[in-house]
């Protein structure tokens, strides 16, 4: 069993900054891929940014510019820096890695409120 354990969120001023860690309980290159979904209230869960084994990277294409995802194998860790953050960014942050299988392991989500 994968363990993904999330920190680095909690409440910005807009136009702030935060860096959000994921750290897995197990070698990142194990996986086809981690990221980072987002889910605001009432709304659907959605990508935020990925990055592969490769190192390739994908964006939702509206954060691009202001969201960079990153990985640090030696720590099993991928981070996500959020700069320019739009009160719109509020939402659960949460962390997803999907194995060689396709399963995808999920963390328990952190919460990013953006507000002045």
């Known amino acids: 069993q994968v363990q993904l354990v999330e920190s680095g969120g909690g409440l910005v001023q807009p136009g702030g900054s935060l860096r959000l860690s994921c750290t897995a309980s197990?070698?990142?290159?194990?996986?086809?891929?981690m990221g980072w979904y987002r889910q605001a209230p009432g709304k659907q869960r959605d990508l935020v940014a990925r990055?592969?084994?490769?190192?390739?990277?994908n964006y939702k294409d509206s954060l691009k510019g202001r969201f960079t995802i990153s990985s640090d194998n030696t720590k099993n860790t991928v981070y996500l820096q959020l700069n320019s953050l739009k009160p719109e960014d509020t939402a659960v942050y949460f962390c997803?890695?999907?194995?060689?299988?396709?399963?995808?392991?999920w963390g328990q989500g952190i919460q990013v409120t953006v507000s002045s």
């Open positions: 990055t592969t084994s490769v190192g390739s990277t």
């Open positions: 997803i890695a999907r194995d060689r299988r396709g399963y995808d392991y």
């Open positions: 197990r070698s990142i290159f194990s996986f086809d891929f």
